[in-house]
């Protein structure tokens, strides 16, 4: 099972990024997708998180009104967009998977994807 995410890079604050997070080797039928994030020095955080059918997201209180979570099931891919990105959003960014949102929301998903980093610059 792969969890493969891309997207990541450098931009200016008040920039934009989507990350995408393509899932391989198995279906994600009825698991939780979520983001997660760890900036240098830090532990890794619970940034977003989205049910099988969409109908239920999960926002950090960091990042609510400016990232936005969504999924493509047909491709086993999540998206998370950002915008309006400030150099606190800095850090590497993880793709996870698992069948029960309290997982997700513990950080503790029972699959996890590599990172993607995201620089943001002021």
């Known amino acids: 099972v792969q969890l493969q995410a891309s997207g990541g890079g450098l931009v200016q604050a008040g920039g934009s990024l989507r990350l995408s997070c393509a899932a391989s080797?198995?279906?994600?039928?009825?698991?939780?997708l979520g983001w997660f994030r760890q900036a240098p020095g830090e532990e890794r955080e619970f940034v977003a998180s989205?049910?099988?059918?969409?109908?239920?997201?999960y926002y950090a209180d960091s990042v609510k009104g400016r990232f936005t979570i969504s999924r493509d099931n047909a491709k086993n891919t999540v998206f998370l967009q950002m915008n309006s990105l400030k150099p606190e959003d800095t850090a590497v960014y993880y793709c996870?998977?698992?069948?029960?949102?309290?997982?997700?929301?513990?950080?503790?998903?029972?699959?996890w994807g590599q990172g993607t980093l995201v620089t943001v610059s002021s």
């Open positions: 080797g198995r279906t994600f039928s009825g698991y939780v």
């Open positions: 996870a998977a698992d069948r029960h949102q309290y997982s997700i929301l513990a950080t503790s998903p029972h699959y």
């Open positions: 989205i049910t099988w059918s969409g109908g239920k997201t």
